[in-house]
DNA sequence: CTGAAAGCGCTTACAG
DNA sequence: CTGAAAGCGCTTACAG
């Protein structure tokens, strides 16, 4: 049966009864050369090159059970966060001679473990970023084939972790320092366990200083999502929020925006990650969180992996960094700032009440 | 030998023996169940769950021809134009059964022909995004391979094209009818058509219309060309730009508020995508691309041409919508508005003499 | 409807 | 140094 109307390629048989050699000299000409003559070298790879032989690294892979592919599996790559940490690791997997698959699984935990199945006989490894999947299920798939996790504390599973907790500790100091005495931080998917870090990071920094702090779930780390939690954020009487990234930052920004109260002047904002904290205005306070090192170090750390006989469990840190920017000062006074501040809370109530 | 420490996962046989079928019944339960008793499929399919069971692509691919994977490769996959595409075409191909590898071409020319021929031997076919390739390495390419090119115009190769000439010519009516009279376009890479098709749409219109227009090059289309190119914009005497995308847009627009120039007050200004445009503040005049649709498309119409034995060369075009937001308006008057320009003319009058 | 058997293109102990 | 042969895990005409 012919498969395409494309040209077939030419097959290890082929080469041999060229060069007048076995099949297995053909092999041994491409992955071990060093055992053979030049003389025989020099045959084979002559015959390789007349008929366009490319050794099939579809049937070198079932053979081998190496195939020189990495899957990287992201809850959203629409999240910049996600696109800078698999450009990463896609450029660093390139350089070191693999190529990777790409699972979107859609913030959804179902189809992250199917994505884990489907691709496992294909690759060498996983690099799982910020999984939402429970701890028993990551435990399974790590056991069939080598997987690094990105931002997610399991023991005995290859990690990197951006550590968060005490950026965002320096981050409620900063707001403190600036006056601040009630903020809200607005999270993200439960299962993050970013997250859980920066929810509790948060928690004791406010604690620690004596501030009020009200926790709200922004449930999918988006823009629509924090611009949607804003109503709840007045409601709060937060002068200052902290949000789990910048996406969701941004978003409380705009529905900010629409209420007609500025930033820093009504309320301070901080985000997390720092991709596009600096092409907002104002631009945005935040948390660098290394994407693009990560998901680089993440690569290195799975290949490192892949490379030794045992099955070495590391964890690597990677701090986040605080960033003071525009997004963050001292309340507004004045007469102005204040009719501004009662209208918008005119209309939360308003809100409310048309529930 | 044991290719690892980690578990064997199940294959065939071990469900073959589970079931207590051979393994042609078991693969037809997976490939082709219609041709088995329910009951039969239902206690293979049984098994396979309790072992864990999910068929080798690899053995599969070896064994049909077929490898059930598509390479996508993009020029950056950090640009929200393309990971919104990534995320259109990812999902539509998992729905269909396919998994994606991913190449990021980092707008690199070389690197685009590399990423071809490496992946070629393990994928079904190429979705290539707005390639910077030259036509004829992408027809080399497209003999081996079925291929699908998104925004680029190549006879005899099929493709999805992302129509903007209605639209930007809408776009500069519009401008028009808002009262400007010199405008700019700021352009990206050479190779993309996409650019090329828009400064040839709004060179017509502005003909058309018998406005003056100026043209720029920002050479790769991201946040930060946008903003170095404000400079040149100023000097131009233009009240209106329109960017090859909403990333330059958004980054003139930073670079004019750095200038304490307004949007849409001092100049208006229209972007291309719609990925990131609601997210602006103001929200940005732009075109919708309609990403994540021509993502799928592209999917599509490249198993169309792997389902079908003739080679039919599709060319599909899906249309760029106009849409008018907050970023566009009248030129403010005013004494503010003229000393705000005034400053800012000076200021690119310092920088141009300072070179 | 189901099974036995050949085959996909390669690698690799095992002999010689 | 080289070859014969088994095997990787699956699919699919061919029988029955």
Redesign the interface.
């Known amino acids: 049966m012919i498969?395409?109307?494309?040209?077939r390629?030419a097959t290890i048989s082929m080469v041999a009864d060229d060069a007048g050699v076995s099949r297995a000299t053909v092999s041994r000409a491409f992955s071990n050369p060093e055992l053979l003559t030049k003389e025989t070298v020099e045959k084979v790879r002559a015959s390789a090159i007349r008929l366009g032989y490319?050794p099939?690294?579809?049937?070198r892979?079932?053979s081998?059970?190496?195939?020189g592919?990495i899957a990287?599996i992201v809850p959203?790559?629409?999240n910049?966060f996600f696109?800078?940490l698999?450009?990463g690791a896609?450029?660093q997997a390139?350089a070191r001679g693999y190529?990777?698959?790409?699972?979107?699984s859609?913030e959804n935990e179902a189809l992250e473990d199917l994505?884990l199945?489907?691709?496992?006989?294909?690759v060498d490894g996983f690099v799982l970023a910020s999984p939402r999947l429970d701890e028993q299920r990551i435990r399974?798939h790590a056991?069939?084939?080598?997987l690094v996790v990105i931002n997610r504390d399991i023991a005995d599973i290859s990690r990197i972790l951006v550590d968060t907790v005490g950026s965002f500790t320096q981050a409620v100091k900063h707001l403190v320092e600036l006056g601040h005495t009630t903020m809200a931080y607005v999270g993200g998917p439960k299962a993050s366990w970013s997250n859980q870090q920066r929810a509790q990071a948060v928690t004791s920094a406010a604690h620690q200083y004596g501030i009020r702090l009200v926790l709200i779930d922004a449930v999918r780390p988006s823009?629509e999502a924090g611009r949607a939690c804003v109503g709840s954020l007045l409601s709060t009487g937060a002068t200052a929020v902290l949000a789990i990234d910048d996406l969701v930052a941004?978003?409380i920004?705009?529905g900010l925006?629409a209420l007609n109260l500025s930033v820093p002047g009504d309320i301070s904002v901080v985000g997390c990650d720092n991709i596009i904290a600096?092409?907002m205005?104002p631009s945005l306070t935040t948390v660098d969180a290394h994407c693009a090192e990560t998901g680089a170090k993440a690569i290195d750390l799975l290949l490192q992996t892949l490379s030794q006989?045992?099955?070495s469990q590391d964890r690597k840190v990677i701090n986040g960094e605080f960033i003071a920017r525009a997004s963050t000062g001292p309340l507004a006074h004045g007469e102005e700032a204040f009719t501004r501040r009662s209208k918008a809370a005119e209309v939360i109530e308003q809100l409310a009440n048309s529930k």
Not at 3 to 7: G, R
Not at 99 to 104: H, I, K, M, S, V
């Open positions: 498969k395409s109307d494309k040209a390629a490319v099939n690294q579809v049937a892979a079932l081998t059970g190496r195939s592919n990287l959203d790559i629409g910049p696109s800078a698999m450009r896609q450029a390139y190529a990777t698959f790409l699972g979107d859609d994505l199945g489907k691709l496992a006989a294909q399974a056991a069939l084939k080598p823009h941004q978003g920004i705009s925006a600096t092409t205005y006989q045992s099955q």
